[in-house]
Protein backbone atom coordinates (compact mmCIF):
# COMPACT_ATOMS: atom_id res chain seq x y z
CA UNK A 1 0.00 0.00 0.00
CA UNK A 2 2.90 2.62 1.02
CA UNK A 3 4.76 1.55 -2.01
CA UNK A 4 2.04 2.09 -4.27
CA UNK A 5 1.01 5.32 -2.67
CA UNK A 6 4.59 6.20 -3.47
CA UNK A 7 4.61 5.44 -7.11
CA UNK A 8 1.40 7.29 -7.72
CA UNK A 9 3.52 10.24 -5.90
CA UNK A 10 6.49 9.86 -8.05
CA UNK A 11 4.24 9.82 -11.15
CA UNK A 12 2.52 12.75 -9.69
CA UNK A 13 5.97 14.60 -9.51
CA UNK A 14 7.15 13.43 -12.63
CA UNK A 15 3.57 14.93 -14.80
CA UNK A 16 3.69 18.01 -12.87
CA UNK A 17 7.53 18.59 -14.44
CA UNK A 18 6.64 17.62 -17.48
CA UNK A 19 3.68 20.56 -17.00
CA UNK A 20 6.18 22.76 -15.61
CA UNK A 21 8.50 21.89 -19.03
CA UNK A 22 5.54 22.60 -20.87
CA UNK A 23 4.89 26.07 -19.71
CA UNK A 24 8.69 26.96 -20.19
CA UNK A 25 8.61 25.96 -23.78
CA UNK A 26 5.36 27.88 -24.14
CA UNK A 27 7.26 31.30 -22.96
CA UNK A 28 9.92 30.16 -25.24
CA UNK A 29 7.72 30.30 -28.45
CA UNK A 30 5.85 33.08 -27.36
CA UNK A 31 8.93 35.31 -26.90
CA UNK A 32 10.52 33.78 -30.26
CA UNK A 33 7.62 34.48 -32.50
CA UNK A 34 9.08 38.23 -32.47
CA UNK A 35 7.15 41.61 -32.57
CA UNK A 36 3.61 40.66 -33.02
CA UNK A 37 0.31 41.80 -31.38
CA UNK A 38 0.24 40.40 -27.62
CA UNK A 39 -3.66 39.56 -28.80
CA UNK A 40 -2.33 37.53 -31.92
CA UNK A 41 -0.53 35.60 -30.07
CA UNK A 42 -3.13 35.06 -27.32
CA UNK A 43 -5.63 33.71 -30.33
CA UNK A 44 -3.16 30.58 -31.83
CA UNK A 45 -2.02 30.17 -27.83
CA UNK A 46 -5.93 29.12 -27.29
CA UNK A 47 -6.70 28.37 -30.42
CA UNK A 48 -4.88 25.15 -30.45
CA UNK A 49 -5.56 24.55 -26.71
CA UNK A 50 -9.89 24.78 -27.41
CA UNK A 51 -9.25 22.31 -31.00
CA UNK A 52 -7.20 20.08 -29.05
CA UNK A 53 -9.68 19.65 -26.24
CA UNK A 54 -12.80 19.50 -28.45
CA UNK A 55 -12.00 16.87 -30.00
CA UNK A 56 -11.21 14.86 -26.74
CA UNK A 57 -14.59 15.98 -25.44
CA UNK A 58 -16.31 14.93 -28.85
CA UNK A 59 -15.39 11.14 -27.34
CA UNK A 60 -16.65 11.31 -24.03
CA UNK A 61 -19.76 10.55 -22.81
CA UNK A 62 -20.91 13.65 -21.57
CA UNK A 63 -19.36 15.24 -24.35
CA UNK A 64 -20.22 19.07 -23.91
CA UNK A 65 -22.64 19.25 -20.87
CA UNK A 66 -21.99 21.64 -18.05
CA UNK A 67 -22.17 20.29 -14.88
CA UNK A 68 -25.23 22.89 -13.36
CA UNK A 69 -26.20 26.09 -14.17
CA UNK A 70 -24.72 26.94 -11.10
CA UNK A 71 -21.16 26.32 -12.70
CA UNK A 72 -21.84 29.24 -15.40
CA UNK A 73 -20.82 31.93 -13.45
CA UNK A 74 -17.71 31.00 -12.27
CA UNK A 75 -17.03 29.21 -16.10
CA UNK A 76 -17.30 32.77 -16.91
CA UNK A 77 -15.33 34.49 -14.27
CA UNK A 78 -12.44 31.59 -14.65
CA UNK A 79 -12.21 32.35 -18.31
CA UNK A 80 -12.44 36.33 -18.00
CA UNK A 81 -9.77 36.92 -15.25
CA UNK A 82 -8.07 33.97 -16.53
CA UNK A 83 -7.61 35.36 -19.77
CA UNK A 84 -6.41 38.55 -18.24
CA UNK A 85 -3.99 36.82 -16.97
CA UNK A 86 -2.46 35.66 -19.96
CA UNK A 87 -2.97 39.03 -21.66
CA UNK A 88 -0.44 40.10 -19.04
CA UNK A 89 1.17 37.41 -18.44
CA UNK A 90 2.34 37.19 -22.13
CA UNK A 91 2.95 40.93 -22.45
CA UNK A 92 5.36 40.47 -19.92
CA UNK A 93 7.19 37.18 -22.06
CA UNK A 94 7.49 39.90 -24.80
CA UNK A 95 8.92 43.01 -22.56
CA UNK A 96 10.67 41.99 -19.67
CA UNK A 97 14.08 40.85 -19.98
CA UNK A 98 14.19 36.99 -19.46
CA UNK A 99 11.17 34.68 -19.65
CA UNK A 100 12.28 33.38 -16.41
CA UNK A 101 11.65 36.55 -14.97
CA UNK A 102 7.49 36.08 -16.33
CA UNK A 103 7.91 32.75 -15.06
CA UNK A 104 8.22 33.73 -11.51
CA UNK A 105 6.15 36.75 -11.32
CA UNK A 106 3.75 34.16 -12.85
CA UNK A 107 4.31 31.61 -9.78
CA UNK A 108 2.76 33.90 -7.68
CA UNK A 109 -0.70 32.46 -8.33
CA UNK A 110 -0.56 29.99 -5.62
CA UNK A 111 -0.05 32.84 -3.08
CA UNK A 112 -2.58 35.19 -4.27
CA UNK A 113 -4.67 32.17 -4.17
CA UNK A 114 -4.51 31.69 -0.62
CA UNK A 115 -5.87 35.32 -0.31
CA UNK A 116 -8.80 35.09 -2.74
CA UNK A 117 -9.79 31.78 -1.15
CA UNK A 118 -10.35 34.08 1.99
CA UNK A 119 -12.89 35.91 -0.14
CA UNK A 120 -14.08 33.77 -2.61
CA UNK A 121 -14.40 30.50 -0.30
CA UNK A 122 -14.43 31.88 3.06
CA UNK A 123 -11.27 30.02 4.45
CA UNK A 124 -9.30 31.71 6.81
CA UNK A 125 -5.44 31.89 6.00
CA UNK A 126 -3.31 30.57 9.06
CA UNK A 127 -0.50 32.70 10.30
CA UNK A 128 2.32 31.27 8.67
CA UNK A 129 0.67 31.10 5.30
CA UNK A 130 -0.12 35.08 5.46
CA UNK A 131 3.97 35.30 6.22
CA UNK A 132 4.33 33.01 3.74
CA UNK A 133 2.54 35.31 1.17
CA UNK A 134 4.46 38.26 3.05
CA UNK A 135 8.09 36.85 1.83
CA UNK A 136 6.68 35.90 -1.63
CA UNK A 137 5.53 39.23 -2.04
CA UNK A 138 9.26 40.79 -0.80
CA UNK A 139 10.60 38.37 -3.41
CA UNK A 140 8.34 39.74 -6.38
CA UNK A 141 9.56 43.42 -5.67
CA UNK A 142 13.30 42.51 -5.93
CA UNK A 143 11.97 40.55 -9.45
CA UNK A 144 10.67 44.05 -10.33
CA UNK A 145 12.55 46.73 -9.06
CA UNK A 146 10.20 49.19 -9.02
CA UNK A 147 11.12 52.68 -10.20
CA UNK A 148 9.31 55.65 -11.04
CA UNK A 149 9.66 55.12 -15.03
CA UNK A 150 7.51 53.38 -17.41
CA UNK A 151 10.42 50.61 -17.50
CA UNK A 152 8.68 48.65 -14.67
CA UNK A 153 5.53 48.37 -16.75
CA UNK A 154 6.31 44.74 -17.95
CA UNK A 155 6.99 43.30 -14.45
CA UNK A 156 4.05 45.47 -13.36
CA UNK A 157 2.16 43.23 -16.09
CA UNK A 158 3.98 40.23 -14.71
CA UNK A 159 2.91 40.62 -11.12
CA UNK A 160 -1.15 41.31 -12.20
CA UNK A 161 -0.83 38.23 -14.36
CA UNK A 162 -0.08 36.19 -11.37
CA UNK A 163 -2.59 37.57 -9.24
CA UNK A 164 -5.30 37.09 -11.81
CA UNK A 165 -3.84 33.42 -12.25
CA UNK A 166 -4.58 32.80 -8.56
CA UNK A 167 -7.82 34.26 -8.84
CA UNK A 168 -8.74 31.73 -11.98
CA UNK A 169 -7.35 29.05 -10.00
CA UNK A 170 -9.44 29.96 -7.21
CA UNK A 171 -12.31 29.65 -9.33
CA UNK A 172 -11.11 26.28 -10.68
CA UNK A 173 -11.36 24.88 -6.93
CA UNK A 174 -14.80 26.39 -6.69
CA UNK A 175 -15.89 24.18 -9.88
CA UNK A 176 -14.36 21.57 -8.95
CA UNK A 177 -15.94 21.39 -5.31
CA UNK A 178 -19.31 21.54 -7.64
CA UNK A 179 -18.49 18.62 -9.34
CA UNK A 180 -17.41 20.21 -12.93
CA UNK A 181 -14.92 18.06 -15.06
CA UNK A 182 -11.52 19.55 -15.64
CA UNK A 183 -11.45 18.92 -19.08
CA UNK A 184 -14.91 20.97 -19.68
CA UNK A 185 -13.31 24.17 -17.91
CA UNK A 186 -10.23 24.07 -19.85
CA UNK A 187 -12.20 24.21 -22.91
CA UNK A 188 -14.59 26.82 -21.43
CA UNK A 189 -11.49 29.04 -20.99
CA UNK A 190 -9.97 28.26 -24.28
CA UNK A 191 -13.19 28.73 -26.10
CA UNK A 192 -13.72 32.00 -24.75
CA UNK A 193 -10.16 33.57 -24.93
CA UNK A 194 -9.84 32.30 -28.16
CA UNK A 195 -13.30 34.09 -29.18
CA UNK A 196 -12.74 37.28 -27.24
CA UNK A 197 -9.15 37.70 -28.63
CA UNK A 198 -10.45 36.97 -32.46
CA UNK A 199 -11.99 40.48 -32.88
CA UNK A 200 -8.60 41.95 -31.68
CA UNK A 201 -6.67 39.79 -34.23
CA UNK A 202 -8.65 40.41 -36.98
CA UNK A 203 -8.08 44.30 -36.10
CA UNK A 204 -4.28 44.45 -35.82
CA UNK A 205 -3.53 41.35 -37.64
CA UNK A 206 0.66 41.56 -38.48
CA UNK A 207 1.21 39.36 -40.89
CA UNK A 208 3.85 36.74 -40.21
CA UNK A 209 6.64 34.28 -41.64
CA UNK A 210 6.25 30.62 -41.43
CA UNK A 211 8.57 30.58 -38.83
CA UNK A 212 6.39 33.01 -36.99
CA UNK A 213 3.25 30.76 -37.12
CA UNK A 214 5.13 28.03 -36.46
CA UNK A 215 6.06 29.01 -33.38
CA UNK A 216 2.69 30.51 -32.26
CA UNK A 217 1.43 27.13 -32.65
CA UNK A 218 4.16 25.31 -30.75
CA UNK A 219 2.74 27.86 -27.73
CA UNK A 220 -0.71 26.54 -28.11
CA UNK A 221 0.81 22.94 -27.98
CA UNK A 222 2.99 23.74 -25.60
CA UNK A 223 0.11 25.55 -23.55
CA UNK A 224 -2.20 22.29 -24.02
CA UNK A 225 0.55 20.15 -23.18
CA UNK A 226 0.61 21.76 -19.58
CA UNK A 227 -2.86 21.40 -19.00
CA UNK A 228 -3.15 17.91 -19.49
CA UNK A 229 -0.23 17.20 -17.07
CA UNK A 230 -1.24 19.67 -14.40
CA UNK A 231 -4.50 17.19 -14.74
CA UNK A 232 -2.85 14.26 -15.05
CA UNK A 233 -0.67 14.98 -11.75
CA UNK A 234 -3.16 16.02 -9.42
CA UNK A 235 -4.78 12.17 -10.25
CA UNK A 236 -1.60 10.70 -8.97
CA UNK A 237 -1.14 13.14 -6.06
CA UNK A 238 -2.72 15.74 -4.03
CA UNK A 239 -1.69 19.27 -4.25
CA UNK A 240 -0.20 20.03 -1.14
CA UNK A 241 2.72 16.96 -1.64
CA UNK A 242 3.73 18.41 -5.67
CA UNK A 243 2.64 21.38 -6.58
CA UNK A 244 6.05 22.64 -5.18
CA UNK A 245 7.88 21.24 -8.17
CA UNK A 246 5.84 22.99 -10.82
CA UNK A 247 8.51 25.93 -9.68
CA UNK A 248 11.08 24.42 -11.42
CA UNK A 249 9.73 25.85 -14.78
CA UNK A 250 11.27 28.48 -13.36
CA UNK A 251 14.76 26.89 -14.06
CA UNK A 252 13.55 25.55 -17.22
CA UNK A 253 12.86 29.14 -18.59
CA UNK A 254 16.02 30.36 -17.46
CA UNK A 255 17.99 27.60 -18.89
CA UNK A 256 15.72 28.21 -22.35
CA UNK A 257 16.13 31.71 -22.16
CA UNK A 258 19.76 31.23 -21.81
CA UNK A 259 20.63 28.88 -24.33
CA UNK A 260 17.68 29.88 -27.47
CA UNK A 261 17.55 33.65 -26.45
CA UNK A 262 20.79 34.30 -24.60
CA UNK A 263 19.20 35.98 -21.59
CA UNK A 264 20.61 36.04 -18.01
CA UNK A 265 18.73 37.32 -15.72
CA UNK A 266 19.82 40.30 -13.51
CA UNK A 267 21.32 39.94 -9.98
CA UNK A 268 18.65 40.82 -8.05
CA UNK A 269 16.14 39.02 -10.01
CA UNK A 270 18.28 36.32 -9.28
CA UNK A 271 17.49 37.02 -5.18
CA UNK A 272 14.07 37.59 -5.75
CA UNK A 273 13.63 34.22 -7.51
CA UNK A 274 15.57 32.79 -4.58
CA UNK A 275 12.77 34.58 -1.82
CA UNK A 276 9.53 33.22 -3.93
CA UNK A 277 11.28 29.52 -4.16
CA UNK A 278 12.16 30.04 -0.42
CA UNK A 279 8.28 30.85 0.68
CA UNK A 280 7.18 28.30 -1.84
CA UNK A 281 9.30 25.55 -0.49
CA UNK A 282 8.15 27.23 3.01
CA UNK A 283 4.39 26.86 2.27
CA UNK A 284 5.00 23.35 0.98
CA UNK A 285 6.92 21.81 3.91
CA UNK A 286 4.19 23.24 6.26
CA UNK A 287 1.33 21.86 4.33
CA UNK A 288 2.53 18.43 4.99
CA UNK A 289 3.53 18.82 8.16
CA UNK A 290 -0.38 19.98 8.85
CA UNK A 291 -1.32 17.21 6.99
CA UNK A 292 0.84 14.68 9.24
CA UNK A 293 -0.83 16.11 12.32
CA UNK A 294 -3.98 15.50 11.28
CA UNK A 295 -3.58 11.94 10.29
CA UNK A 296 -2.06 11.33 13.48
CA UNK A 297 -4.85 13.28 15.69
CA UNK A 298 -7.66 10.72 13.54
CA UNK A 299 -5.39 7.65 14.57
Known amino acids: MIQKAAQKRGLGVLFILGAALSFALMNLFVNAAGELPVMQKVFFRNLVAAFIVFILLLFQKEKFRIHDRSCILWLLLRSLIGFLGVVLNFYAIDHLGSISDASILNKLSPFFA ?27 VCVINPSFSLE ?31 MMTVFFFSAFSTLVSLPFFIAFYTPMSAMQLTFLLLSGVAAAGGQFCITAAYRFAPAKEIAVFDYAQVLFAALLGYFFLQQVPKVLSIIGYAIILIAAFGRWGYNLYLSKKQKTAVS
Open 114 to 140: ILFSAFLLREKPTIPEIIFVLIAFAGA
Open 152 to 182: VLPAAAGFLGGACAGFAYTCVRVLAMKGERG
